[in-house]
């Protein structure tokens, strides 16, 4: 009889990432598939005809040393939740064998080889050999991460490009995004993440075996996304300057990150705060396969010693002091990934909080979640993992308090402020969508709008009849170059006349600090009338606050000091300026089509109040490889400029193209995106 022999495995690449649906990834060496989905190669033999009578097959598929062995069948009969080899019903070649490979939905994620053996009379053992990548499937309705959705698979998994919000509930700024999933070796360092963690390095054997459950990866993923227990991606830091490594705002991708941390030997890069962190780890998550997307909660309380209250001290004169531990970031950014929560009930399921961004321990690791979004808001701090902490961030309560040479002199509570607005962005739609009824009851119908009215004080210890009503408002959203325009509205609720000091007093702070010293008082006093009302009308020039202020944030506080009695009212507003836009603008926008050459204009005008020079950077996954930096010199105020870019898309779909424009006069940086169809040559 002829001898048998393997001539060629054809892994056939693109057959596959098209079923997978992961053909973002094809220009990785490894073929890359979802778990729950079929595998199909081609053998080629030679000498002669497969015999079905006499001959056998076998697959042999490994992970690490893990490994299973199947029989490859003529039945198509397959199992969600064993591995399971089969040839080709349709296919009647016995000498060019189409044959499927077919993974359970509970597969491991990770990198994996196969050898497919032919059997033959003699038991004459011939081998051919390949590899593959194994993802989550959220297509796969057996999958722990499927979701029924398609516009929010093709959001959380497939979209390489996003906006993350800051800024403040009332001014939400949107910063351009890009997840880079698939640009070269951040798939690979995405999975290099899973291997140099302490979980692996540990024992290899168990954290293969965990890696089937996307509530281990993500926990694993969040200890990772930062440096501080292990040989994280990114160092972070809140203090100082950042001349030994990268200014956190300036980072436009997740791919530069990715990339230059693999590239390093694994060491920490330089350096991140909360938005990059949660931005880094949405990428990782969707390069698993584990839809996930980034979300701000604005307001979000530090409660360090767990009692729900957040105290905030202030001046007598309305200067804002740093007397407390806790603290409120203007806002913070996670992330929540999508997955069955078969380890707490099927009520918990769907989406999960994580938060990467290193604060408080869990489990003695610097990691945070995976929280069920319903256990927060039914508050179920029994349940797995870190919900107490979680809760807190959205849920706190914020008491004021007026010191005075060491006494307090007034103090309120404010119950609303804390997660006055949690977005994300919107499925398929470059705006923020608000989700804060998924974390907590709504209290009232102003609590989570942008447009929430300021701060309300009042004298609680005198009394409604005889007190003071107090209200700091800004008359419009404040805008750069322009001059902060505001109101204080005194009420004199009382029947006796009043003589008032007020205090007004501005300091910048960044979004997580307590304010610098400050920088703009007004003083004065107010003579009341019984029941009178007094509209006081101020503001602060550009000149006053450009040169402090810059990409942060201002603490606008008045305080009343009734002359009298010597009590006090605090009213406060934290809030941030709208900076100018880049606008970019690509000619015949509708016939952009790939590997041809486009051209695009990015145009700035400067709307400060002096001269700004600085560096623009123009980037696009999937549209320019790298980046595209120009140099911009000098600009008066009021002028505009404009700069002509080239570019050649090399994927399809809508691709995001983003500048930003660093200015070296100020603390600020200039940002604007374009969101391009590609359409296939």
Not at 129 to 156: K, M, S
Not at 568 to 578: G, H, M, Q
């Amino acid at each position: 009889m002829e001898d048998l022999k393997i001539k060629n495995v054809n892994l056939e690449k693109s057959e596959n990432l098209e079923r997978h649906r992961t053909e973002g990834f094809s220009s990785s060496k490894s073929l890359v598939l979802r778990r729950g989905c079929p595998l199909r190669i081609s053998v080629q033999l030679e000498g002669r005809s497969f015999n079905p009578k006499t001959d056998s097959l076998r697959v042999k598929v490994m992970l690490g040393r893990l490994y299973v062995i199947m029989p490859v069948t003529f039945s198509k009969k397959v199992s969600s939740s064993h591995w399971k080899a089969y040839v080709d019903p349709e296919g009647r070649d016995l000498q060019n064998l189409s044959i499927f490979i077919s993974s359970p939905a509970s597969a491991a994620v990770g990198r994996y080889r196969f050898q497919l053996y032919v059997f033959t009379p003699g038991r004459k053992k011939i081998c051919g050999f390949g590899t593959f990548i194994l993802l989550c499937n959220p297509w796969c309705r057996e999958d722990a991460v499927y979701n029924p959705f398609e516009d929010q698979r093709e959001e959380y998994i497939q979209n390489d490009s996003g906006l993350l919000f800051i800024g403040t509930s009332r001014n939400i700024v949107s910063r351009p995004w890009s997840f880079d999933q698939f640009e070269p070796g951040v798939l690979e360092a995405c999975l290099n993440l899973l291997q140099v963690s302490p979980q692996h390095q540990e024992s290899r054997r168990k954290d293969y075996l965990n890696r089937n459950n996307p509530v281990y990866i993500s926990r694993v993923v969040s200890a990772m996304i930062n440096s501080e227990d292990d040989r994280g991606v990114l160092e972070g830091k809140w203090k100082g300057g950042y001349k030994d490594g990268f200014n956190p705002s300036l980072w436009t991708g997740s791919g530069d990150i990715l990339t230059q941390w693999a590239e390093s030997g694994y060491r920490p890069v330089k350096y991140g705060q909360c938005w990059v962190f949660a931005a880094v780890m949405c990428t990782v998550m969707r390069v698993l396969g584990i839809p996930c997307r980034v979300i701000t909660n604005f307001d979000s309380a530090h409660d360090t010693n767990g009692n729900l209250v957040i105290e905030e001290y202030y001046s007598e004169t309305g200067q804002k002091l740093n007397h407390s531990k806790d603290s409120i970031w203007n806002f913070h950014v996670w992330v929540e990934c999508w997955m069955t929560r078969w380890d707490l009930g099927s009520g918990m399921d769907g989406w999960q909080i994580l938060d990467p961004t290193p604060q408080e321990r869990s489990g003695g690791v610097f990691c945070c979640g995976p929280a069920p979004v319903k256990a927060i808001k039914d508050r179920r701090i029994d349940l797995f993992f870190d919900i107490p902490f979680v809760y807190a961030e959205v849920n706190a309560d914020v008491h004021s308090v007026v010191v005075s040479e060491g006494r307090v002199v007034s103090h309120y509570t404010d119950t609303e402020r804390v997660g006055s607005l949690i977005c994300t962005k919107a499925v398929g739609l470059p705006r923020h969508q608000n989700i804060t009824g998924d974390y907590k009851c709504i209290k009232s119908l102003t609590s989570t709008l942008s447009s929430r009215s300021s701060t309300v004080s009042e004298d609680l210890s005198r009394g409604s009849s005889r007190g003071v009503l107090l209200v700091l408002t800004l008359d419009n959203v404040p805008v750069a170059g322009e001059p902060i325009h505001f109101t204080v509205k005194i009420i004199n609720k009382g029947r006796v006349a009043k003589r008032m000091k007020v205090h007004l007093n501005a300091q910048a702070k960044e979004y997580n600090h307590s304010p610098s010293d400050t920088f703009w008082e007004n003083h004065g006093v107010v003579q009341l009338a019984p029941k009178e009302v007094k509209i006081i009308h101020q503001q602060i020039l550009p000149a006053q606050y450009e040169d402090v202020v810059g990409d942060d944030l201002i603490n606008l506080a008045v305080v009343l000091e009734d002359m009298a009695s010597r009590e006090r009212v605090l009213a406060s507003e934290e809030f941030n300026i709208a900076s100018p836009q880049l606008t970019i603008q690509i000619a015949d926008e509708d016939s952009i089509v790939a590997t041809k050459e486009q051209a695009a204009i990015v145009a700035f005008t400067n709307t400060f109040s002096h001269p700004v020079s600085g560096v623009l950077t123009v980037a696009g996954a999937g549209l320019i490889q790298g980046k595209a930096h120009f140099r911009m010199l000098p600009l008066r105020p009021g002028k505009s400029v404009t700069q002509r870019i080239t570019f050649i898309p090399n994927k399809v779909g809508t691709k995001m193209l983003q500048a930003s424009l660093a200015l070296s006069d100020i603390n600020s940086t200039v940002r604007g995106f374009k969101m391009v169809s590609v359409r296939r040559a």
